[in-house]
């Protein structure tokens, strides 16, 4: 069984439709796929009426949280999205992003680059909006050649001087919210060595409060760290979860090159009680 856990829409920061993407892993011939938009469900159903033959659509999100200041995301898995508790903190996660992506604007307005509000509203369209459609904007303004030209300390990386900080979510928090929903938590990405890395002994402490597993196979993980974080993960009995947190045009399409460990959708399922697996019909 071949599970791509981890995979986004235009319904956030991807650039495909939910349908696209559920045609994309379908080409790819994988057995599962979730679709794990950042902090929101919004993709689910379309997604799944575009399901066909035995393809498996798991619903998720990417949930935005903090640890001691520091960005960190988890994934969740088969939780109620009726839940009121979580969906109170989602519709508070995306109203601060679009606070945020205005601040952002005017950031980027005193650094001399020229997107408005409306341009960037009407490039992201109902999306949950995030720093790659700032990117894209960006792009469109002539002010950088190509999206990840963004994601500098001169303009938008974490600390850039036209980054801004937004509301997000305690870890500990978010893997109680999401077991309270009947769903399961997985950490995206400990070690995709972007701006800073989750030590051993945090994510100890995240697995001592309920988090379900771990994203060992993710294309920013080397083999080194693929190997020590399924180590982790057998030491402390959490899933050996992966995916290929595929963005569309973004990232290059990759849907189905990073999969779960055999088993982890099916444990997942197990101890899961929110919402079941999708399949056509
Ligand atoms: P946000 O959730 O608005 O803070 O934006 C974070 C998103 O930006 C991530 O989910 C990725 O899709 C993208 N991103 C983060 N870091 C980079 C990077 N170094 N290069 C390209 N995209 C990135
Ligand atoms: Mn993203
Ligand atoms: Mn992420
Ligand atoms: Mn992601």
């Known amino acids: 069984m071949r599970a791509d856990l981890h995979v986004h829409s235009n319904a956030s920061d991807g650039t495909d439709s939910p349908a696209e993407v559920i045609r994309r892993a379908a080409r790819a011939g994988i057995d599962a796929v979730a679709l794990t938009d950042h902090d929101t469900v919004a993709g689910h159903p379309q997604a799944r009426r575009a399901l066909t033959g035995d393809l498996i659509l798991v ?24 839940d009121e508790e979580l969906a109170a903190e989602l519709t508070r996660i995306r109203d601060d992003r679009v606070l945020r992506a205005r601040a952002m604007v005017d950031r980027l307005a005193g650094l001399g680059v020229d997107i408005s509000w409306d341009q960037l509203a009407a490039l992201a369209g109902p999306a949950v909006i995030g720093r790659p459609h700032i990117a894209r904007a960006m792009v469109a303004s002539g002010a950088i050649a190509a999206p990840r030209d963004a994601f500098t300390a001169d303009w938008i990386a974490d600390g850039g001087r036209a980054y801004v900080s937004r ?34 002994e945090q994510i100890a402490g995240l697995a001592a409060v309920g988090l379900a597993g771990v994203e060992v196979f993710h294309p920013d993980h080397n083999a080194a760290e693929r190997t020590r974080l399924r180590a982790l993960a057998t030491d402390l009995g959490l899933l050996a979860s992966g995916g290929s947190d595929d963005h569309g045009d973004l990232t290059g399409n990759r849907i189905g090159s990073e999969t779960a460990a055999e088993g982890v959708c099916a444990a997942l399922e197990s101890m899961t009680s929110g919402a079941r697996v999708m399949r056509a019909g």
Not at 62 to 82: I, K, N, T
Not at 171 to 192: E, K, Q, S
Request: a neutral charge.
């Open 167 to 200: 509301y997000a979510l305690d870890p500990v928090r978010a893997i109680r919210l999401v077991r309270g929903a009947g769903g399961a938590t997985v950490l995206a990405h400990p070690r995709a060595g972007r701006e800073w890395e989750l030590s051993d």
């Open 59 to 82: 619903p998720g999100l990417e949930l935005s949280c903090q640890l001691q200041g520091r960005s960190v995301h988890l994934l969740a898995y088969l939780f109620d999205p009726g």
